[in-house]
Nanobody, 109 residues
Framework: HVQLVESGGGLVQPGGSLRLSCAAS?????MGWFRQALGEEREGVAA????????LYADSVKGRFTISRDNAKNMVYLQMNSLKPEDTAVYYC??????WGQGTQVTVS
């Protein structure tokens, strides 16, 4: 079971940027980010395959968010640019099949 710890959330103005970090105790085949806005269901934001490097993004964040990893540091990142109020949510680092971090709040206002 991979342990995941997120950091980097906060308050940012519309159009601003944030970078979320996820410290992982290990790697699984697929790692990524989900988010959950207040009163909404969790949705997938971005994912990467650690086998072949394929990346996947939700349509709502394509062109604005970038997922990446640092193998040497066991870190996964989510660079978020051109943030919008609708990006406000708790962001979770995830590792397939069932690893979840505790979440970090991102507020765009």
């Amino acid at each position: 079971h991979v342990q995941l710890v997120e950091s980097g959330g906060g308050l940012v103005q519309p159009g601003g940027s944030l970078r979320l970090s996820c410290a992982a105790s290990g790697w699984t085949d697929c790692m990524g980010w989900f988010r959950q806005a207040l009163g909404e269901e969790r949705e997938g934001v971005a994912a990467l395959s650690t086998r072949d490097g394929n990346l996947l993004y939700a349509d709502s964040v394509k062109g604005r968010f970038t997922i990446s990893r640092d193998n040497a540091k066991n870190m996964v990142y989510l660079q978020m640019n051109s943030l919008k109020p609708e990006d406000t949510a708790v962001y979770y680092c995830v590792s397939a099949p069932n690893g979840w971090g505790q979440g970090t709040q991102v507020t765009v206002s």
